[in-house]
């Protein structure tokens, strides 16, 4: 897997916005520092593997790859996390290359596939944690779920707009396993 400069700091910058928009709406319950610290290890990483995920796949097709992060909707996540909610968009895997509807389908639901397989392991983590760890594996299932059921609204260029058109029996099994651990 290659990565440019740009894309190296442009996945950094996205990581670290998320973490204190998440760190700010769940500053309230334990602190910020503690929250961000949270944010970091659910939230951040749920991100920063669903988007390698996509360029994995992506250039297991041949094609050029990079996430570039949207820096006004990085902004727009922080300061809308004051008013105790996110909205976050925080940038895209971009691809060019032979893409054709089947591997953009591919490549669009190995994100949410990779938040599913994240909610997974915090779930059985949580089957074994407790203190700390027991708040971290709770908060990574919940908002791995998330994650993977918000991306697969089949719109704009959410991942469910890609994936929809190209296989919907893989569509909705990811929908409903995304719906049945956000209910855990």
Request: contains cysteine; glycine residues 8%; hydrophobic residues 60%.
């Amino acid at each position: 897997m290659k990565f440019s400069r740009t894309e190296i700091i442009d996945l950094v910058k996205a990581w670290i916005a998320i973490s204190i928009a998440f760190g700010i709406v769940l500053r309230g319950e334990f602190g910020f520092i503690e929250s961000f610290i949270l944010s970091g290890l659910t939230v951040g990483i749920g991100f920063l593997l669903h988007e390698l995920a996509h360029k994995i796949v992506a250039q297991r097709y041949k094609c050029w790859a990079e996430f570039r992060s949207f820096d006004q909707m990085l902004l727009l996540a922080i300061l809308m996390s004051f008013f105790g909610f996110v909205f976050a968009a925080p940038g895209a895997v971009f691809i060019r290359g032979n893409v054709t509807t089947s591997k953009n389908g591919k490549i669009s639901v190995a994100g949410p596939i990779t938040n599913i397989i994240l909610a997974i392991l915090f779930y059985l983590l949580l089957q074994f944690s407790s203190g700390y760890l027991n708040i971290i594996s709770l908060y990574g299932l919940r908002i791995n779920a998330l994650l993977a059921l918000f991306n697969m609204i089949p719109v704009w260029n959410f991942d469910g707009a890609k994936v929809f058109p190209w296989n919907k029996t893989i569509y909705f099994t990811v929908v409903i396993i995304a719906f049945i651990l956000m209910l855990l």
